[in-house]
């Protein structure tokens, strides 16, 4: 079908709170796509009037929709309940440990789950006693399928973007970029 047709329809869409569960509607679709193979069907042409998103190929297009926002950080001197607090408040799975300035190790949540089954007082212990190994790090022109691959060690990956501020990339993240 071609874009008229889809206009009809759509203006069925935009009525159809006015209609009764009785009632019967009709929608002609009066021409076919193919006058449109170079348009509407073209995804390039519907890329570039904007009717489709871009396509997500880097480290920038996985974060683009937080990009403002800070990265949520944990210091080594602060304690495992901090961790915890913000990985609750904030709804993430992984966080990383600033060390004076450096973003290093990260506490990975299943040191803390090993290390809770050892010392169930483990909230009170400074975050660098269950710290794991440092994330790895990409520029924000990094491929997504370079950002895969590093995937198979660890459970997220740091972005550094050119303004020399830090973001991170999580399996969720590379999951929900899949179209």
Known sequence: MGNSAGS????????????????????????????????????????????????????????????????????????????IERLRKYKISQIPVVVVVLLQNSPRLTDVFRSYGEDNDIAANPIREVMGKPYPGVKEGTSIEDISKLFSDNQAVLVELANGKHHIITKYDIISSIK
């Open 8 to 83: 009809a329809m759509k203006g069925v869409l935009q009525l159809k709170e006015h209609f009764k569960p009785e009632d019967v509607v009709v929608v002609l679709f009066h021409d076919s796509g193919s006058r449109y193979v170079g348009k509407i069907f073209n995804d390039e042409w519907m890329r570039e009037r904007g009717f489709l998103e871009d396509e997500v190929t880097t480290a920038a297009d996985l974060i683009k929709d937080h990009s403002d926002k800070p990265l949520v950080t944990v210091r080594t001197e602060e304690l495992v309940s901090h961790a």
